[in-house]
């Protein structure tokens, strides 16, 4: 009987154990509550935080904290075990992950998260920590499995004490402003699953393969943007379990994806875009046949598209964009049914985008989420068949040669959210037509939407980026189209013939890039948001003074960094309120009619990059400019400044790019300073009173020196903009009007590769010094209208680079060096009006151009109709002796007539008997002299 009852107590304690399991596993029979000290501690972590959201709300008071937002506790213990503070309002392009600044916390990460003891879940990301480095008491964490501290604004080095965190399965440091010497730290993390360094400077770091290939759990590896320069080969891939291999924009310097790559036949993610390998596409890739996502854009890949890409039946992410490649949609790609993503971008495909359409009409249509055809050579007309392709969100089939209507099946794409279309013979849709979708982004650029501007964009709701630049647009902009578009991020209307007055746009908080450029709006500058980035009002016709635009709320910090107006009909000075646009990088206030000094408050403009102020009637000095120390370009052009150069100029602004003086009235010597701006490639100071010789230091110049200068990159402003503009990643190229072949021309795309000394029309004196032959990757050198002497250096033909020379009105003499006929890319020549002589060099250049670049000379052969045969010129080895035959000539003057003298006067000296009949018979031809004169006289 005892027995039974054992059993039986034994028993109704297993069912209690089970039921108060159950209970507690689900959570919501039992709970036992924070622990005090860590709710104390979780208040003193938000004390340090700002919450402009309120986010946080619910952390208060002595309320429970294991209900608070982000807030997990053990049931069992009540020990808080995940502390969850994500921004949750994120949103993502096609390249990453953004926040919105709105509802970041920010602040600094208190150390009473130590007390948190049990805490094995830590997730800060896409918060704002202002730039302090990783908090060392993290590393003392001991209990931590999950780490998330991507977008968190963290900097400087990782501390290696992470290495101690040995629980640890996923490290997120991505999105930072990190860096390491080394990674030695990393096989402490022996569970680690899932590591994402993305971003983080790992370049010093030259053990990272081999540290990584030692975690034996590793299954996702992302080290995008990293700069990793080279990608060692390895014997054995022990992280063969890898699923994830991101390795996006390294650059490495290897050519080819080593083979190590190929072995990680479990890889379903694999992205290599934007490093620099070539050849074709590897033939390795094809053991990877558990691949879902194969992302090889941006290389230098070549040759044709290999059929066996279109057999990984599990594929849902394609993208071969950017390379050298070629090859057409195939059949075959009709039985990829999962394919969700397909990135064609330059791509020659050469085919009809109805066939396109037609091969993905089966299966594919159904899952397809993403098609991008950017620039691929597609053609004929967008067919009905756009219309089945029910869950594309994003289509791109921009820059190719599609033409026709738009079709009405593109209403049938309800889940539409991004749509370019741009560079395409298009023509718009009904004005009455209203679409079923609701898009963030709409690109058509260049097609040809009528002249009323689209009614259809009121429905849109959602919209925040907009671009209807070069659309034919001709009438106004409706009223309700301003006062309905406050959602919009991005607007380009730019290239049209839009006309009207533009409203104040203080109330739209969210535009950040507006650009109205070359249209026909008037009126005067209309009041803009301080949020705004981007403003180019340029080549309208907006007049009247600055000021209320400058300085509206001049105590406010503006968040503007590209401004451009030029080529307007704006007037007065410019107004002394620039201090509080220190984020300004661009400034263009070219072609207008200011006028006065330049005010003291444009050097607080310490971003400053570029400043265009080109033909206006500005005056005074440009001393208020000598704390923009950031300058790249600076263009004063056509104004009348009235000073020497200065000689701050070479050692404030050591990265100057393009520096343009140009007819104003700067005087006096050329300082030595200016041969200290390596990376100069522009220098125009034509049509000024400057004196003197050229310094021989010209040839620091480096920029113009070699032909594989990396300094042209600095002229490239490369900004990375916002989400909702498309693409991502934009490249705002600087531009500058120079003086090459005789004529004014705006360069813009390739300015990089520009190479130019103009300093015509001043009063520069001396020899041309032969330093300046070093410069072999200067393209336009025009010394005319000044009074150089002597003789073109004898070794220009090294400046192989020339393409134009301009020496006429000046004093050159001797002869054309005959190096000068090497010089293959020469294609403008003047040399008229100087002392030059002898026979043109015979080259293929040199006789093809008019006999006009020669004339003002004394030079024969072709082009000129002289003949050298007429005109006997000294050869070029004997040019050199003309001095020593005219010194041996005097010489033998003044030999003869001392001998002569002496054999006169000798003897006469000698004897007296002979200086007496010399003198009677000097005194009888003087009496026949004298008697001649008196008979000619009568």
């Keep these: 009987m005892s027995g039974v009852l054992v059993f039986a107590f034994l028993l109704f304690e297993l069912l209690a154990i089970a039921t108060v399991s159950v209970s507690f596993s689900n959570g919501s029979s039992y709970h036992v509550g924070c622990l005090e000290s ?64 709105r509802s970041m916390l920010v602040g600094k990460v208190n150390p009473s998260l130590l007390d948190l003891k049990h805490l094995s879940y830590l997730d800060l990301s896409y918060n704002d920590f202002q730039g302090v480095q990783i908090p060392r008491f993290i590393c003392s964490m001991g209990n931590l499995r999950y780490l998330n501290l991507s977008y968190t604004q963290f900097v400087g080095m990782i501390p290696p004490q992470l290495g101690n965190l040995s629980n640890l399965q996923y490290l997120d440091l991505s999105w930072n402003f990190l860096y390491v010497e080394n990674l030695w730290w990393l096989p402490g993390l022996s569970f680690l699953k899932d590591l994402d360094l993305s971003y983080v400077n790992l370049s010093k770091a030259s053990d990272w393969l081999r540290v990584t290939n030692t975690l034996p759990s590793l299954v996702k590896l992302r080290l995008s943007r990293c700069q990793l320069h080279h990608l060692p080969p390895l014997a054995i891939a022990n992280f063969s379990t890898l699923t994830t291999l991101d390795l996006l924009y390294n650059q490495f310097d290897n050519s080819f994806v080593p083979n190590w790559v190929f072995g990680l036949i479990q890889l379903v993610f694999l992205d290599l875009r934007r490093n620099n390998f070539q050849g074709p596409i590897p033939e390795g890739l094809q053991n990877l046949t558990s691949l879902k996502h194969l992302l090889l854009d941006s290389n230098r890949f070549n040759s044709s598209i290999p059929n066996w890409l279109y057999r990984f039946n599990r594929l849902e992410s394609l993208g071969v964009s950017n390379n050298s490649l070629q090859g057409r949609v195939i059949r075959s790609m009709a039985s990829l ?45 967008l067919t009905y068949k756009l219309g089945q392709f029910k869950n594309l969100y994003y289509l791109d089939l921009s820059n190719n040669s599609i033409v026709g209507p738009i079709p009405f099946s593109l209403g049938h794409l309800s889940t539409l959210q991004f749509i370019d279309l741009s560079y395409n013979e298009l023509n718009g849709m009904n004005d009455n037509w209203i679409p079923p979708f609701q898009l963030a982004t709409l690109g058509l650029r260049h097609c040809h939407l009528g002249s009323r501007f689209p009614s259809w964009l009121h429905s849109q709701k959602h919209l ?52 109205l450029g070359s249209n026909s709006f008037s009126g005067a500058l209309p009041l803009i948001s301080s949020n705004l980035i981007e403003l180019d009002f340029s080549n309208n016709s907006i007049s009247g003074s600055i000021f209320h635009f400058i300085c509206y709320r001049a105590h406010e910090l503006k968040k503007l960094q590209f401004l451009y107006l030029r080529g307007n009909f704006l007037q007065g000075e410019l107004t002394d309120c620039w201090m509080n646009y220190q984020n300004l990088m661009i400034l263009d206030l070219s072609n207008n009619k200011f006028t006065g000094n330049l005010p003291i408050s444009l050097g607080s403009l310490i971003s400053l990059q570029s400043l265009h102020l080109r033909k206006n009637n500005l005056s005074g000095t440009i001393h208020s400019l000598k704390n923009c120390t950031a300058l ?7 104004n009348e400044f009235v000073e020497n150069i200065p000689t701050w100029i070479g050692e404030r602004f050591s990265r100057m790019v393009v520096l343009i003086l140009r007819s104003n009235k700067f005087h006096s010597l050329l300082p030595k300073g200016l041969c200290d701006l390596a990376f100069l490639q522009i220098v125009d100071l034509a049509d000024n009173n400057l004196s003197g010789e050229v310094p021989r230091c010209i040839h620091n110049l480096r920029a113009m020196v070699t032909l594989n200068s990396h300094a042209g990159k600095a002229i490239q402003y490369q900004f990375l903009l916002y989400a909702s503009r498309a693409p991502s990643t934009a490249m705002l190229l600087e531009d500058a009007l120079v003086v090459m072949k005789g004529r004014a021309a705006e360069y813009k795309c390739i300015l990089n590769l520009v190479r130019i000394i103009d300093f015509s029309k001043n009063n520069f004196s001396g020899k ?109 080895d004997e040019n050199g002796d003309e001095d020593e035959l005219d010194y041996w000539l005097y010489v033998s003057i003044a030999l003869g007539f001392m001998g002569g003298f002496w054999c006169l006067i000798g003897p006469l000296l000698a004897s007296r008997r002979w200086r007496y009949k010399y003198y009677n018979f000097l005194d009888r031809v003087g009496d026949r002299i004298v008697f001649v004169n008196i008979r000619t006289d009568w």
Excluded at 632 to 638: A, I, P, S
């Design 38 to 101: 860590e709710r104390r501690a979780l208040l003193r972590f938000k004390q340090d935080l700002q919450d402009p959201s309120n986010r946080l709300a619910s952390w208060i008071g002595y309320e429970d904290c294991c209900a608070w937002a982000g807030v997990v506790c053990d049931n069992v213990t009540g020990h808080i075990v995940e502390l969850n503070l994500r921004n949750p309002f994120t949103y993502c392009d096609l390249s990453q992950s953004k926040a919105n600044p």
């Design 337 to 381: 049914c999962n394919l969700r993503s397909v990135m064609l971008s330059c791509v020659k495909l050469s085919q009809e985008i109805s066939e396109i359409f037609d091969i993905f009409s089966g299966c594919v249509s159904s899952g397809l989420e993403i098609l991008v055809l950017r620039g691929s050579s597609v053609s004929g007309h």
């Design 464 to 515: 925040n980026y907009l671009d209807l630049s070069y659309s034919g647009i001709t009438g106004s902009i409706p009223n309700i189209f301003w006062s309905s578009a406050s959602q919009i991020y991005v607007l380009d209307l730019s290239f049209n013939q839009i006309h009207g007055q533009i409203p104040n746009l203080t109330n739209a908080a969210q535009l950040e890039v507006l650009s």
């Design 632 to 638: 790249l370009t600076l263009d004063v052009g056509e």
């Design 768 to 876: 041309i010094p032969l330093e300046v032959t070093n410069l072999k990757a200067l393209q336009s050198f025009n010394l005319s209208n000044n009074f150089f002497t002597g003789r073109i250096p004898e070794s220009i033909g090294a400046m192989r680079s020339l393409e134009s020379i301009d020496f006429s009105l000046n004093q050159l003499s001797g002869e054309i060096p005959q190096s000068m006929s090497s010089l293959t890319y020469l294609n403008h020549l003047n040399l008229s009006n100087n002392n030059l002589t002898g026979k043109i060099p015979s080259s293929t250049q040199l006789q093809s151009f008019d006999a006009s670049s020669y004339a003002g000379n004394d030079l024969c052969g072709a082009p000129l109709p002289r003949n050298c045969s007429e005109h006997v010129s000294t050869p070029e």
